[in-house]
């Protein structure tokens, strides 16, 4: 969700920011192994319907405090219909790439969606990008081939949706930026919508059926996923996102212990180096951007 909220700058507020950044990444990052764990099972669809439904019910309160003119006729119809398709394919390419790849591939992959942003800008919006930023991109995709590792043997199908779903992810970023003037429900709501509509026409095709605690999983994947959101969001408000943004790169972190404490993933040295150059390659191209804007960015939460 994009946010542009008043921040605070005091020390106090600003570890309290750190504090919940870090709580939501790794909600967000425990989510994905839950996730992981659950598509084993069960269908993109399946899982995509019943976490949307769990999620909406969630925003219920919030939705209608919102009150239903802040749906009637959002900015830029066009452009918020895209960002609920590109939201909807960066989240099913994730979970799909998720049924086949360990948890530290896929988010490295995703990490990249940053330096994607800054060469789609440049390229399709015809948005200065100074000879740095350039350098930086071009370093961050060195990071991505490194990570991938191109042969006949790596560059599965899994692999090539992980980086198609990184691709739209970026695509739903530069979205948002583009519509950074509606409301942080309003943008949640029509992409979990999305996500709903997606799943309830594919889930039954592929339905497997649900046992008590599966569903309850599936439920609580909606609702751990509404409290990172709000985790993310709130250290916006306490905090700069120059001071909070970087600490989303925790989630390779999570992503790595998680997936060899859960799955016996061990991450191979090339994908920890990849995901390090993405990472630095990221952090550069935030900061630059924040020093040449000296306004928060739009930031847009992982899957």
Same mark, same amino acid.
């Given at each position: 969700?994009?946010?542009?909220?008043?921040?605070?700058?005091?020390?106090?507020?600003?570890?309290?920011?750190?504090?919940?950044?870090?709580?939501?990444?790794?909600?967000?990052?425990?989510?994905?192994?839950?996730?992981?764990? @659950?598509?084993? $099972?069960?269908? #993109? *669809?399946? /899982?995509?319907?019943?976490?949307? %439904? =769990?999620?909406?019910?969630?925003? &219920?309160?919030?939705?209608?405090?919102?009150?239903?003119?802040?749906?009637?006729?959002?900015?830029?119809?066009?452009?918020?219909?895209?960002?609920?398709?590109?939201?909807?394919?960066?989240?099913a390419c994730f979970y799909w790439a998720l049924a086949y790849l360990p948890l530290a591939d896929v988010m490295t992959y995703y990490l990249a969606g940053p330096?994607?942003?800054?060469?789609?800008?440049?390229?399709?919006?015809?948005?200065?990008?100074?000879?740095?930023?350039?350098?930086?991109?071009?370093?961050?995709?060195?990071?991505?081939?490194?990570?991938?590792?191109?042969?006949?043997?790596?560059?599965?199908?899994?692999?090539?949706?992980?980086?198609?779903?990184?691709?739209?992810?970026?695509?739903?970023?530069?979205?948002?930026?583009?519509?950074?003037?509606?409301?942080?429900?309003? @943008?949640?709501? $029509?992409?979990? #919508? *999305?996500? /709903?509509?997606?799943?309830?026409? %594919? =889930?039954?095709?592929?339905?497997? &059926?649900?046992?008590?605690?599966?569903?309850?999983?599936?439920?609580?994947?909606?609702?751990?996923?509404?409290?990172?959101?709000?985790?993310?969001?709130?250290?916006?408000?306490?905090?700069?996102?120059?001071?909070?943004?970087?600490?989303?790169?925790?989630?390779?972190?999570?992503?790595?212990?998680?997936?060899?404490?859960?799955?016996?993933?061990?991450?191979?040295?090339?994908?920890?180096?990849?995901?390090?150059?993405?990472?630095?390659?990221?952090?550069?191209?935030?900061?630059?951007?924040?020093?040449?804007?000296?306004?928060?960015?739009?930031?847009?939460?992982?899957?």
């Amino acid at each position: 969700m994009n946010s542009q909220p008043p921040v605070s700058t005091s020390h106090p507020a600003a570890i309290a920011g750190i504090g919940l950044m870090l709580g939501g990444i790794f909600l967000f990052a425990l989510n994905d192994a839950l996730g992981k764990w @659950l598509i084993a $099972t069960y269908s #993109v *669809g399946q /899982l995509l319907l019943i976490r949307s %439904i =769990a999620a909406l019910i969630v925003l &219920a309160p919030f939705i209608w405090r919102e009150g239903c003119d802040a749906f009637r006729v959002p900015p830029r119809p066009f452009v918020q219909i895209l960002r609920v398709v590109f939201s909807t394919l960066e989240v099913a390419c994730f979970y799909w790439a998720l049924a086949y790849l360990p948890l530290a591939d896929v988010m490295t992959y995703y990490l990249a969606g940053p330096i994607y942003v800054t060469a789609i800008s440049a390229t399709l919006l015809r948005e200065p990008v100074d000879w740095r930023a350039w350098v930086a991109v071009i370093v961050g995709f060195c990071g991505v081939i490194l990570a991938l590792r191109p042969s006949t043997a790596t560059l599965t199908p899994a692999a090539l949706v992980a980086i198609a779903g990184s691709f739209s992810f970026s695509l739903l970023m530069i979205c948002t930026r583009m519509v950074h003037g509606t409301s942080d429900i309003v @943008l949640v709501t $029509t992409q979990t #919508v *999305g996500a /709903l509509v997606f799943g309830a026409v %594919i =889930a039954p095709v592929t339905w497997v &059926a649900l046992t008590w605690r599966d569903g309850a999983l599936l439920v609580l994947l909606g609702i751990v996923a509404m409290v990172a959101h709000v985790c993310v969001n709130r250290s916006l408000k306490l905090a700069s996102a120059s001071v909070v943004v970087p600490y989303q790169y925790t989630m390779i972190v999570w992503a790595v212990l998680l997936g060899y404490l859960v799955f016996g993933d061990i991450p191979n040295m090339a994908t920890l180096v990849g995901a390090a150059i993405i990472i630095a390659a990221g952090i550069y191209i935030f900061v630059r951007e924040q020093k040449r804007t000296h306004q928060p960015v739009t930031l847009v939460d992982p899957p």
